[in-house]
C-alpha cells in the first residue's frame, strides 16, 4: 500500500477550461464550448509557436500548482502521452514521404516526447527531474503509479500529466483519439501539505481490471487513450471519496482509493 | 539504494553482444560507415548495426513488425540474455519483475513506411495497421511479450538520456517494492526523421565524427539496443557489479541547445554522486555523451571542470557507434559497466587535436587500469539529463 497526497489538480479540453470548470460540468452537466487554450505562463509571441500538445501541459501544470501553491519550478515532472505529438509525427512523415525530404529544425526539435517537460524548465527555470513515459493504452496509469512512486521514494512533489491531442486521418486507425483532453496531478509524499486535496492510496497487484465506465457526458472522450482516469478525477470533483481499478497492464490492476477529508 | 547489476548487453555498429565491443574497443576499429541507408540521399556517415533488416520476429509476433522491435529482437539474442531472464522469471515469478525501456523515436520508422503508401482515403494500408507498432511503448511491449515478463512496464522517451533514466526508474520501483527485479534497457534504430531530423538543425558530420576535436564536425547517427538486470542486492548477494547512483536534471535554457555553463550537467552528475555517497575523486573513468557537436563536447569539459579532477579519466565512444540517441544511455552504461570487468578504458577515437576552449583533459589512447567505479552521461534535447555511478562492491 501506497500513500501520498493529492494537492493539485489541472484539467484542460474544448469544454472545459480548468479544474473549477471541469467541476461544474460534472455537477451541472453545463459544459462550455471550444474553450481556447491560452496558457499564461508562455509569453504570448512563444504562445503562437507552440505547439498544442505543449500549450495543453502548460496550462494544465500552471493550474495545478496554482492550486498547490507551490512554486513551479520546484516539481518533477513525469508527461505521459501515448503518441506524443500526433500532429508533428504526421507533419514529419509527411514530409519524409515526398521528394525532396525538407523537415522544419523547430518542427524536429518540438517532435521529442519531452518538448512539453523541455518548454516547461525553460519558462519556470527549473532544473528539476523532468521524465516523459508512454505504456500505450495503460499510458495514465502507468505515469501515475510512475509518478506515485517517484514522490514517495524521492521525498519530492511530482507534477504528472497524462494528454492526448486528436489524431490526424492516417493515424486515427492506430491512435483513435478525437477530442484533446489533458489533466495534470500533482503529487507529494504523506505529510508535504497541511491541507491536501485529497489522500490516495495505492495498491497494486496481479490480477485483470476493466477500465471503468465513462459516464455519459464524458462520451466524446471515450477514444482518448489518456482519458482514462476521468472517473477519478469524475469522483474528486463531486467531492466523493472514491475506490476504483485500473489495468496497469493486462495482467496488473492498481487499486486508487482517494479520500477527501485528509483521512 | 544499491542494486546488483546481474547481467548486460549490447549490439551497436561496434559489435552484436558484448564480446564484439571489447573486440572493437581494444582494436580501435570503427562501426561507422558511409550512409547507406535505404531512402537516405544524404552525405554523413551512420552507425548501422549489419542485418536487421533480415531479422524474423518470433512467431506470433509478427503483428508488431518494425526495424526497432527487429533491433530489439537481435539484441536480447546476444550473452545469454533471454537465459537470464528466464532464470530469473522462473525464480521469483514473471509479475516481479518489471520492464522499463528507453528510446526516443520508437517504431516511426514503420509509420514513415506506412505514410509513402497510404490509401486514397488518406488512411494507412491494412497491413501497416499496428496499433501496438505506432506508439512509443512499442519496444515496452515487445520486450514485455517476448521474454513473458508480466509486472508492470513502461517505456521512457526523453531523447537522448532516455535509456539512462531507466535505471532511476528502476531503482525507485524496487525501492518501493513495486517489483523485486527489472530489465532495463533501450532500443533506437536508425529512421528518416531522425537522418533529416537533425540534418534540418545542421548537426550532422559528412565525416566520421570526431568527438573532442578541435575540428569537429557535427555527429553520426546510429542505431543500438542494450540490456541490463537490476535485482535487489539480497536476491544476487554475489554480484560484484551495482547500480551505485543516478542523478537527473533539466537545463532550463533552450529545446536544442545546451546550458551554455553546463548547469544541467553539472547537476545530474553532482545529484548522481550525492546518492552514490562518493566522492568525484573516487571515479575512475565517465563516459561522456561526447557526440561531436560543438556545443555539446565544450559545454561538458566546463561541467567536468566544476566536479572532476584530471585524477578521473574521461572519453567519448561515439566514433564507434555513432549517437545512438535514446538507446546511447544503456549502450554507454554497458560499456561504462565493462570497465569494472575488463579494465579497458576506451580513449576518444577520431581525437587528434585538442580544442583550446575546453577546460577539462579528455583521454584520446586506451589505457588499460583496474577501477573501482565508473560514471556515464547522457544528455537531451529538451535540456534533460542523466548520469549514472557504476561500482564494483565494497562490502
Redesign the interface.
Known sequence: M?ELQLIGLGTWSPKHGNWAEFCTGVTTGDWRDDVMLQPDLIPPRERRRAPQLVKMAIEVMDQACKIADLAP?DVAIVFS????DLQI?DY???A??QTP?????TK????????A???W??T?????????????EF?ST?AL??AS??A???QTPVLCVTQEIAAP???????PSEVPFSAAFLLAPAGYSDAPLATLRFA?E?GEAEWPALEEGFAEFASNMSARLLPLLASLARGDDANLSFP?????RIVISASLDGS | MRLSITHYSATSAAGTGLAALRESLATRQSGLRRNDFPD?DLDTWIGRVPGVEDVVLPAGLEHLQSRNNQLAWLGLQQDSTLDAIAALAERLGP?RIGVVMGT?TSS?GR??E???Q?EA????KPEY??????????P??FV?AVTGI??????????CSSSA?VF??AT??I??G?VDAALVGGVDSLC??VL???N???LVSSEQCRPFDRDRGGINIGEAAGYAILTRRDLAPDAELLLAGYG?????????HPHPEG??AI?SMSRALERAAMAPGEVGYVNLHGTASKANDKVETYALAERFTDTTLVSSTKAWTGHTLGAAGILESVIAIDTLETGLLPGTLNCEHTDPEFRFPVMTDNVEKTIDCSMTNSF?????NASLVFRRRDD
Not at chain 1, 81 to 84: A, F, P, Y
Not at chain 1, 101 to 105: D, M, R
Not at chain 2, 248 to 256: F, G, I, K, V
Open positions: 501506497t519550478d502521452s501515448v503518441m506524443g509525427t514529419m512523415c509527411t519524409l514521404a525530404k525538407l523537415v522544419s529544425p524536429f526539435h518540438n517532435s521529442v516526447h519531452n518538448a517537460p523541455g518548454y524548465s525553460i519556470t527555470g527549473a532544473f528539476c527531474p523532468a521524465s516523459a513515459v508512454s505504456a500505450y499510458t502507468m503509479l510512475e512512486v517517484q514517495v521514494e524521492e486521418l492516417a493515424l486515427m486507425d492506430t491512435c497494486v496481479p496497469v497492464n493486462a495482467a496488473t | 537516405c509479475s526516443s516511426i509509420t514513415e506506412a505514410y509513402t497510404l482515403s488518406g488512411r494507412m495497421r499496428q496499433p501496438e507498432v505506432h506508439n512509443l511503448h512499442s515496452g511491449i514485455a508480466t509486472g508492470p512496464s513502461l517505456t521512457i522517451s526523453t531523447a533514466k532511476a526508474t525507485r520501483w525501492k518501493h513495486l528518416l526523421s533529416y531530423g537533425f534540418s538543425l545542421e537527473e536534471s533539466s537545463d532550463a535554457y533552450h529545446m536544442s548547469k544541467g547537476y537531451g534535447f529538451g535540456g534533460n
